[in-house]
């Protein structure tokens, strides 16, 4: 069982340099979204989308781009990584609920990324 | 006042001791709420949902207190195992967003 997937585990950047975190989910879900988590401060949110073709902005967007082209699919571009950007990204993705009420999230195994 | 609140810990208790957590939150309109734990450099799984008015699995409870919105988890008889971060996950109502606690960690000693 695949669940979400996330490529790369680990990566390094040099400051200014771009890069894409991938991620697929072989589950079906509308949901899908990704995370940061630095010590101390817990999962903050980045991006998410309701659907193929949706997305919007969570807490942390800037420096971050997405796209939803398919439901399987949700990369995250870094446009120019800067070393505030180090950190460990989480990748998940669930069915959509309701706008109150939620379902499982599953999350990919984690990106851990280093700016220098 | 943060969204989602939870005290980061550490709590160190024995082997076999009962622990509680709580969480608070501050969107009324909430109607779920969840437990995650999340071992060290490892993804958040789920432990509990909570629906109602709490969840029961084992030697795990999750009770939900709509008036003075929080949630708390219960671990009765702690393993070695149990040594993780939880954390509490609440979707803010009218948004399609999870928002996250920081975790709170437990740490159970031998």
């Known amino acids: 069982n695949a669940g979400v997937t996330q490529t790369p585990k680990f990566q390094v950047l040099k400051t200014g340099q771009s890069m894409t975190l991938q991620c697929a989910q072989d589950m079906n879900h509308e949901y899908m979204s990704w995370y940061r988590q630095d010590p101390g401060m817990g999962l903050r949110l980045i991006h998410y989308?309701?659907?193929?073709?949706?997305?919007d902005q969570g807490e942390v967007p800037n420096g971050y781009n997405v796209s939803r082209s398919t439901t399987e699919d949700f990369p995250l571009r870094l446009l120019s990584a800067a070393p505030s950007q180090t950190s460990v990204y989480f990748c998940a993705s669930s069915y959509l609920g309701t706008a109150s009420s939620g379902n499982t999230i599953y999350f990919g195994e984690g990106s851990w990324l280093t700016v220098v | 006042r943060k969204e989602v609140e939870q005290d980061p810990g550490p709590f160190n208790v024995p082997e076999g001791a009962t622990v509680a957590f709580n969480c608070t939150y501050s969107n009324s309109a909430s109607q779920s709420f969840f437990w995650y734990r999340q071992d060290c450099r490892k993804e958040p799984k789920l432990l509990m949902s909570?629906?109602?008015s709490g969840n029961e699995d084992g030697r795990f409870t999750a009770q939900l207190n709509r008036a003075s919105q929080y949630i708390s988890l219960l671990i009765r008889d702690s393993k070695l195992s149990d040594s993780a971060t939880y954390l509490c996950?609440?979707?803010?109502?009218?948004?399609?967003?999870?928002?996250f606690g920081t975790g709170t960690r437990l740490k159970v000693l031998a």
């Open positions: 996950v609440v979707p803010s109502a009218g948004t399609y967003k999870y928002i």
């Open positions: 989308s309701v659907g193929a073709g949706i997305t």
């Open positions: 909570v629906y109602s």
